[in-house]
């Protein structure tokens, strides 16, 4: 699993990795109201935190890994020195208008109640919480025996867990709703259809009620 310097590289040089970056981060600013502040949950090395910031965006980050919050603090040094990104951490206590999980970082929780609980403190009535999850019903992971040995976990229940370094778990977009509830309503959910096929991510937009 990459970490730090070398997740860094390795993510700003995948092609498909860039693409669904630049899908979110479009969603996520078009989201955004102008001047709006912001909260990168799951920041990893500060790549959307900056980008954020650019745009004139107060974004505060949260990022529980040690190395890739060393990355993010070298990334992101002339924001941090600006104090346009700025580190927290739990319990959270900055207001925002959004927050923004990209790359996964809900897939790294096994239950998503107390979390929604927690962020429905730090959102503002109206915001929104945009996350970006491993797809489910992706096809391209046919292929691997732990895909198949959980579809039924997946019909009968939406959600199963794999056993690895990372702990990933894999959730039906209703069983995040249900988590949410009455906190957040979801909102939008991308792709439908036969894009849940072919589409390895899918963006999940919850707004605050």
Same mark, same amino acid.
């Given at each position: 699993?990459?970490?730090?310097?070398?997740?860094?590289?390795?993510?700003?040089?995948?092609?498909?990795?860039?693409?669904?970056?630049?899908?979110?981060?479009?969603?996520?600013?078009?989201?955004?109201?102008?001047?709006?502040?912001?909260?990168?949950?799951?920041?990893?090395?500060?790549?959307?935190?900056?980008?954020?910031?650019?745009?004139?965006?107060?974004?505060?980050? @949260?990022?529980?890994?040690? /190395?890739?919050?060393?990355? =993010?603090?070298? +990334?992101? *040094?002339?924001? &941090?020195?600006? !104090?346009?990104?700025?580190?927290?951490?739990?319990?959270?206590?900055?207001?925002?208008?959004?927050?923004?999980?990209?790359?996964?970082?809900?897939?790294?929780?096994?239950?998503?109640?107390?979390?929604?609980?927690?962020?429905?403190?730090?959102?503002?009535?109206?915001?929104?919480?945009?996350?970006?999850?491993?797809?489910?019903?992706?096809?391209?992971?046919?292929? @691997?025996?732990?895909?198949? /040995?959980?579809?039924?976990? =997946?019909?009968? +229940?939406? *959600?199963?867990? &794999?056993?690895? !370094?990372?702990?990933?778990?894999?959730?039906?977009?209703?069983?995040?709703?249900?988590?949410?509830?009455?906190?957040?309503?979801?909102?939008?959910?991308?792709?439908?259809?036969?894009?849940?096929?072919?589409?390895?991510?899918?963006?999940?937009?919850?707004?605050?009620?």
């Amino acid at each position: 699993m990459h970490v730090g310097e070398q997740y860094h590289e390795f993510i700003q040089t995948s092609p498909r990795d860039q693409a669904v970056r630049d899908r979110f981060l479009k969603m996520a600013l078009d989201l955004l109201p102008e001047g709006a502040d912001v909260l990168d949950f799951g920041a990893g090395t500060g790549i959307d935190a900056k980008t954020y910031a650019a745009h004139g965006h107060l974004t505060f980050v @949260y990022e529980p890994s040690a /190395a890739m919050g060393e990355y =993010l603090a070298q +990334h992101c *040094r002339d924001e &941090i020195a600006r !104090e346009t990104v700025i580190a927290t951490a739990p319990p959270l206590t900055c207001k925002v208008q959004g927050v923004t999980a990209n790359f996964a970082v809900l897939n790294h929780f096994e239950d998503h109640t107390s979390l929604f609980e927690d962020l429905s403190h730090v959102v503002h009535q109206g915001g929104f919480v945009l996350a970006s999850m491993l797809n489910p019903y992706y096809l391209g992971d046919v292929r @691997y025996g732990w895909w198949r /040995a959980n579809l039924l976990n =997946l019909v009968r +229940h939406g *959600r199963y867990a &794999i056993s690895s !370094e990372s702990r990933i778990h894999r959730f039906a977009p209703r069983v995040v709703a249900r988590a949410a509830a009455p906190y957040f309503r979801l909102e939008r959910l991308s792709p439908r259809g036969l894009g849940l096929a072919t589409d390895l991510y899918m963006f999940l937009l919850f707004r605050r009620v």
